[in-house]
């Protein structure tokens, strides 16, 4: 007996400046599996931020046993990190997505042409589930990053930016797709204006090693994209078991502005003095003052982190022709 395979789209609706394109993709979904004669699938639209992380259990907690269930996450980074929360601790689940988000960052990691093979629903529903690894965070789990301080201030100013461009008339919602790296590097502008925040104290462990000073950021990065496409530690993979941390030391605010493209771009390495980076499988972050954090772009405050590579704790569905490839020049 052929095992079943159950298909549960996750939709993010802010991912779609018009709702036509949503329910084009409805349609679509509706469509292919007619044509296949399946019946085996459902589609939910998440109706805020978090909802998928409730739904997804509740939904598979009916199902046999012995069923796949394969997750879509049918929209940018934050779906597929709600997604990804959701699914943990379920037993025969794997993860897809289709990105019609910002940026994607996952999947840039693929072949850079290879985006619209993920929008294929014909090459999602037969393409095979890959281990990936992935990072616990605190209670939450990621897929490309964690990073605190300076970063994460950039991050939530970025998206401050974009939301009042939706708010907009259709002009200013289809430029907020367009612009997405511009309004990083706007947040980035705004964020140095955040003196107490570039001048932090830490400590952080890594694997039993200890860092103390100041720093404006300290970034954790499970893959290389960030942002769109920037990549500031350009080896980092979600398939080797380690993490990358980088840290910046602080400075003020003309050498941080200096020394951000630099950083966004991987060539960190030409500032040795400013630039530290560690590998590890476990990293411990503590400061007096409350750690503004950034997972995957979604904002979270806490009193102190821990981050924990988990190896191939995930089935990943790859629906590229050449596999992951990481950073490509």
């Given at each position: 007996?052929?095992?079943?395979?159950?298909?549960?789209?996750?939709?993010?609706?802010?991912?779609?400046?018009?709702?036509?394109?949503?329910?084009?993709?409805?349609?679509?979904?509706?469509?292919?599996?007619?044509?296949?004669?399946?019946?085996?699938?459902?589609?939910?639209?998440?109706?805020?931020?978090?909802?998928?992380?409730?739904?997804?259990?509740?939904?598979?907690?009916?199902?046999?046993?012995?069923?796949?269930?394969?997750?879509?996450?049918?929209?940018?980074?934050?779906?597929?990190?709600?997604?990804?929360?959701?699914?943990?601790?379920?037993?025969?689940?794997?993860?897809?997505?289709?990105?019609?988000?910002?940026?994607?960052?996952?999947?840039?990691?693929?072949d850079k042409n290879e985006k619209?093979?993920?929008?294929?629903?014909?090459?999602?529903?037969?393409?095979?589930?890959?281990?990936?690894?992935?990072?616990?965070?605190?209670?939450?789990?990621?897929?490309?990053?964690?990073?605190?301080?300076?970063?994460?201030?950039?991050?939530?100013?970025?998206?401050?930016?974009?939301?009042?461009?939706?708010?907009?008339?259709?002009?200013?919602?289809?430029?907020?797709?367009?612009?997405?790296?511009?309004?990083?590097?706007?947040?980035?502008?705004?964020?140095?204006?955040?003196?107490?925040?570039?001048?932090?104290?830490?400590?952080?462990?890594?694997?039993?090693?200890?860092?103390?000073?100041?720093?404006?950021?300290?970034?954790?990065?499970?893959?290389?994209?960030?942002?769109?496409?920037?990549?500031?530690?350009?080896?980092?993979?979600?398939?080797?078991?380690?993490?990358?941390?980088?840290?910046?030391?602080?400075?003020?605010?003309?050498?941080?502005?200096?020394?951000?493209?630099?950083?966004?771009?991987?060539?960190?390495?030409?500032?040795?003095?400013?630039?530290?980076?560690?590998?590890?499988?476990?990293?411990?972050?503590?400061?007096?003052?409350?750690?503004?954090?950034?997972?995957?772009?979604?904002?979270?405050?806490?009193?102190?982190?821990?981050v924990e590579i988990l190896p191939?704790?995930?089935?990943?569905?790859?629906?590229?022709?050449?596999?992951?490839?990481?950073?490509?020049?």
């Amino acid at each position: 007996m052929d095992q079943i395979v159950k298909h549960l789209f996750i939709i993010n609706p802010r991912s779609f400046w018009k709702k036509t394109y949503q329910n084009q993709i409805v349609v679509g979904i509706h469509k292919f599996f007619k044509e296949m004669n399946n019946s085996e699938y459902d589609i939910h639209v998440s109706q805020f931020p978090r909802d998928a992380v409730g739904f997804i259990p509740l939904f598979a907690k009916d199902l046999p046993d012995t069923t796949i269930l394969r997750v879509y996450a049918v929209g940018g980074d934050g779906i597929l990190f709600d997604c990804l929360n959701g699914i943990i601790g379920l037993k025969n689940v794997e993860l897809a997505a289709i990105p019609y988000g910002y940026t994607n960052n996952f999947i840039r990691g693929f072949d850079k042409n290879e985006k619209n093979l993920f929008r294929l629903m014909s090459q999602q529903y037969n393409a095979p589930a890959i281990p990936m690894d992935i990072m616990r965070c605190g209670n939450n789990y990621a897929l490309n990053h964690c990073v605190v301080g300076i970063e994460a201030e950039t991050v939530q100013r970025a998206a401050k930016i974009r939301e009042r461009k939706e708010k907009g008339h259709f002009l200013n919602r289809w430029l907020s797709r367009r612009w997405y790296t511009l309004f990083y590097y706007a947040g980035g502008l705004g964020a140095c204006s955040n003196k107490k925040l570039l001048n932090q104290r830490y400590e952080a462990n890594i694997d039993g090693e200890k860092l103390t000073g100041a720093y404006q950021g300290i970034s954790i990065f499970n893959s290389p994209y960030y942002g769109g496409n920037l990549h500031p530690v350009n080896n980092a993979m979600p398939n080797d078991g380690i993490l990358d941390m980088l840290t910046l030391r602080s400075h003020s605010v003309f050498q941080t502005c200096c020394l951000f493209p630099f950083y966004v771009s991987g060539h960190y390495k030409m500032f040795p003095r400013n630039f530290t980076l560690k590998r590890g499988r476990k990293i411990k972050i503590h400061s007096e003052n409350i750690l503004l954090i950034s997972m995957d772009g979604i904002i979270f405050f806490e009193s102190e982190l821990d981050v924990e590579i988990l190896p191939a704790a995930i089935k990943f569905v790859d629906a590229s022709k050449h596999g992951y490839k990481g950073w490509r020049p």
